[in-house]
């Protein structure tokens, strides 16, 4: 059975930085494309930053120069770091995999939160 574990999340000021781990079982992670997502309160799931197995990364257009995706695959771990964090940041932030021919795993979400 799949599994990712985020860890890292926490509470911090505005401008901050935080750095998100996710790590998942077997070869889940060095084999595909992994994505980070946020959910804040009352609102939808959205697609933060992706990096494929070729390590290009992609981005929101809200965290772009703000924040790295980036994979070690020898620990089967995709990070996300996070600088000048803003208090509109704040969400539980989730890690997810897709795997051919299209299931998709999830983690069980970290809380960061943004004080102003």
């Known amino acids: 059975q799949v599994q990712l574990v985020e860890s890292g999340g926490g509470l911090v000021q505005a401008g901050g930085s935080l750095r998100l781990s996710c790590v998942g079982s077997?070869?889940?992670?060095?084999?595909?494309?992994m994505n980070w997502y946020r959910q804040a309160p009352g609102k939808q799931r959205e697609l933060v930053a992706t990096?494929?197995?070729?390590?290009?990364?992609n981005y929101a257009e809200s965290v772009k120069g703000r924040f790295t995706i980036s994979r070690l695959d020898a620990k089967n771990t995709v990070y996300l770091q996070m600088n000048s964090l803003k208090p509109e940041d704040t969400a539980v932030y989730f890690c997810n995999a897709v795997e051919p021919p299209g299931f998709k795993y999830w983690g069980q979400g970290t809380q960061v939160t943004v004080s102003s």
């Open positions: 990096i494929t197995g070729r390590g290009s990364t």
């Open positions: 077997g070869t889940i992670v060095r084999n595909n494309a």
